[in-house]
């Protein structure tokens, strides 16, 4: 891989690259489409972390389907596709890890402990690896965007995240590798994520701007659905991912849910719809 990228750029290729856990959906390769039309090399990375799984999530059972997945791939004309073993990644006697501070500890963080960690260091290896010109990375994974956009920031390096929309089924159900955990009944529940954020986005068009009225709003949606287990819907700044207390500058609405053994997010991108309006956009 490594080889394939430094001839790539030696012969003046743009590089994009679109790193994944396998188990692809529309929504990986809408990362890829988007590659394509603004990169002449497009490289991706099928590789199940085990750093960034709890001792009691779903490391073991994780859809992995790399035959099918590299037929995908290669359908899309994918360059190259990385698939590298735990021992090339995490070889005997490995020991150094990244930790994105501050953004690592909330939300995600606070209910998955360690889980950033082993993201940011999977992600800085293969960037390391591919050396990439842009990455292309899913919105769903919001929190997970801005520690990889903060470490790429940190430590300097030579390339830019692109941020990709999230792509639904047409009930507005998010595309998530783990939906085919769900049941019948499962997936009816797992709507509610949805409607959480149209209620948020009906206080916020209504004028309701206070964000405890917003997650309240939330909260009584997942109140009917009894197969819904709430971790958390927050308001937070689209920044720092603290807190919000009102909604004003760019802000994520987050929710977090447990339908039966499966844990599934979702999220809504508000922002001012110009710099001198109080209207807002919605990014659903």
């Known amino acids: 891989m490594k080889e394939a990228a430094r001839q790539a750029r030696a012969e003046g290729h743009l590089i994009g690259f679109v790193p994944t856990m ?42 992995r389907a790399l035959e099918s997945d590299c037929a995908r791939f290669d359908q899309l004309k994918v360059d190259a596709v990385f698939a590298p073993t735990l021992e090339e990644i995490y070889p005997s006697g490995f020991s150094t890890y990244v930790t994105v501070e501050g953004l690592s500890d909330r939300l ?10 082993g ?14 010109d842009f990455a292309y990375l899913g919105r769903k994974d919001a929190q997970q965007v801005a520690v990889l956009q903060k470490m790429v920031r ?48 009906a206080e916020l068009i209504a004028g309701t701007r206070d964000s405890l009225e917003i997650q ?37 609405v987050l929710v977090a849910a447990h339908f039966g053994k499966t844990r599934l997010l ?9 710099a001198d309006s109080s209207e807002l956009d919605f990014h659903l």
């Open 22 to 63: 396998g188990a692809l959906h529309e929504g990986h390769l809408s990362l890829v489409r988007r590659a394509k039309q603004e990169c002449t090399r497009v490289y991706s990375s099928l590789f199940v972390n085990p750093k960034q799984f709890g001792p009691n999530e779903d490391f073991a059972k994780y859809p």
């Open 216 to 252: 309240n709003a939330m909260r009584a949606v997942f109140e009917k659905e009894p197969l819904a287990r709430l971790d958390y819907a927050a308001v937070v700044s689209a920044d720092t991912f603290e807190p919000s207390v009102h909604v004003g500058g760019a802000s994520y």
């Open 108 to 117: 995600e963080g606070r209910s998955r402990p360690g889980h950033f960690r």
């Open 266 to 274: 979702d999220n809504m991108l508000v922002e001012p719809a110009r």
């Open 119 to 132: 993201v940011s260091t999977v992600v800085l290896k293969l960037f390391a690896i591919v050396q990439p």
């Open 154 to 201: 940190d430590l300097n390096l030579s390339m830019q995240i692109v941020v990709c929309p999230i792509v639904r089924e047409a009930d507005g159900l998010a595309l998530s590798s783990r939906n085919a955990y769900l049941n019948a009944h499962e997936r009816r529940a797992a709507l509610v994520l949805h409607r959480s954020l149209e209620a948020a986005r």
